[in-house]
């Protein structure tokens, strides 16, 4: 190792502070020394516009990406649902923390009744095309509005505002500690590909760097991730689109949901397998091929 600190690279919201300081923690425990460089994102400053019309490939992640390529950081840290499934030629994507709890949680203002009622009238805060579209699919008598901002901002955006609750990842609050007593797991929401995973980069050919993210890589989070971020990056083609994907890995085998919709929530594709886990490399491409011809291209082709 070198003498020098390894220098990671964040966002400076809270959140991704935490994540960075819990990536120093575990390198500190093999006795690499670093320091934490934050630096702000096009998506943390313009926090008012919907995320797809910022383009949602790499708005939180293109800056951590310019700081590896000017030497500015060696590694950078990322939500890796954040983070585009193809890097930029000359980054690597080379460590998988441990994940999180990936699924979403409601967040209620108040009565919670109206959730089992298909037929209810309610407005819902998300700033997510894929919650949007999901929870249509799910209530198609409600509205939803624009909610951007950090963890803790969207939780007071929540108490000033008259909707009836809000959608929110439950990684990022329990990482916070800021789980509401209320809120009530979507059992039935298909996360967003990699969801509570922290993902770590580094610039191609930096071997501290390298072996530094080796030690940290958890296996079980690299296989799950990979799997639905290539449903994704299959699916996709360069379009913001309503995509959900969660593979789960069971003894020796692997069992996979993943769903597409239109923006409105109307129509949905869904792909629910399994398959055994030594095949998992090709698993994502299998399973979003089988999404397409189901008719995820039709749904693709309106939102092109």
Same mark, same amino acid.
């Given at each position: 190792?070198?003498n020098?600190?390894?220098r !990671?690279g964040t966002?400076?919201?809270?959140?991704a502070?935490w994540?960075?300081h819990?990536?120093a923690? =575990?390198l500190?425990?093999?006795?690499?020394?670093v320091?934490i460089?934050?630096?702000k994102?096009?998506?943390?400053?313009d926090t008012?516009?919907?995320?797809h019309e910022l383009?949602?490939t790499?708005?939180?992640t293109?800056?951590?990406?310019?700081? =590896?390529?000017?030497n @500015? !950081?060696d !590694?950078a840290?990322?939500s890796?649902k954040?983070?585009p499934?193809?890097?930029?030629?000359?980054?690597?994507?080379?460590a998988? =923390?441990?994940r999180e709890?990936?699924?979403?949680?409601?967040i209620?203002k108040?009565?919670?009744?109206?959730?089992?009622?298909r037929?209810s009238?309610?407005?819902?805060g998300?700033g997510?095309i894929r919650?949007?579209?999901?929870?249509l699919?799910h209530?198609p008598?409600h509205?939803t509005?624009n909610l951007?901002?950090n963890?803790?901002?969207?939780?007071? &955006?929540? &108490?000033?505002?008259?909707?009836?609750g809000?959608?929110?990842a439950?990684?990022g609050?329990?990482?916070?500690e800021?789980v509401? @007593?209320n809120?009530?797991a979507?059992?039935?929401?298909?996360?967003?590909?990699?969801?509570?995973v922290?993902?770590?980069?580094?610039? @191609?050919?930096?071997?501290?760097?390298?072996?530094?993210? &080796?030690?940290?890589?958890?296996?079980?989070?690299?296989?799950?991730?990979?799997?639905e971020r290539?449903?994704?990056r299959?699916?996709?083609g360069?379009?913001?689109?309503?995509?959900?994907?969660?593979?789960?890995v069971?003894?020796?085998?692997i069992f996979f949901?993943?769903?597409?919709h239109s923006?409105?929530?109307k129509?949905?594709v869904?792909?629910?397998?399994?398959?055994n886990?030594?095949d998992?490399?090709t698993?994502?491409?299998k399973?979003?091929?089988r999404a397409?011809?189901n008719?995820?291209?039709?749904i693709?082709?309106?939102?092109k």
């Amino acid at each position: 190792m070198s003498n020098s600190p390894i220098r !990671i690279g964040t966002r400076d919201s809270k959140l991704a502070m935490w994540q960075a300081h819990t990536v120093a923690r =575990l390198l500190r425990v093999q006795n690499i020394e670093v320091e934490i460089i934050p630096v702000k994102s096009q998506g943390d400053i313009d926090t008012t516009r919907p995320l797809h019309e910022l383009g949602t490939t790499g708005v939180f992640t293109k800056v951590l990406d310019d700081a =590896l390529f000017n030497n @500015e !950081i060696d !590694i950078a840290v990322h939500s890796l649902k954040d983070y585009p499934t193809q890097p930029p030629a000359g980054i690597v994507l080379s460590a998988h =923390l441990e994940r999180e709890d990936p699924m979403d949680l409601f967040i209620p203002k108040g009565d919670t009744s109206f959730l089992n009622d298909r037929e209810s009238v309610s407005t819902i805060g998300t700033g997510s095309i894929r919650r949007v579209a999901q929870w249509l699919h799910h209530f198609p008598n409600h509205t939803t509005e624009n909610l951007r901002g950090n963890v803790q901002t969207r939780l007071i &955006k929540l &108490k000033e505002s008259n909707w009836s609750g809000i959608i929110m990842a439950s990684a990022g609050l329990r990482r916070m500690e800021l789980v509401p @007593e209320n809120a009530v797991a979507l059992d039935w929401m298909i996360p967003a590909p990699a969801q509570g995973v922290v993902g770590i980069t580094h610039r @191609e050919g930096d071997v501290i760097a390298l072996d530094a993210c &080796k030690l940290l890589d958890v296996e079980l989070s690299r296989i799950t991730s990979t799997v639905e971020r290539q449903f994704l990056r299959t699916l996709e083609g360069g379009c913001s689109a309503p995509i959900g994907a969660l593979a789960r890995v069971s003894g020796q085998k692997i069992f996979f949901v993943g769903t597409l919709h239109s923006l409105d929530g109307k129509s949905e594709v869904k792909v629910e397998d399994s398959a055994n886990l030594e095949d998992w490399p090709t698993l994502g491409e299998k399973f979003a091929l089988r999404a397409k011809q189901n008719g995820g291209d039709a749904i693709l082709s309106t939102l092109k």
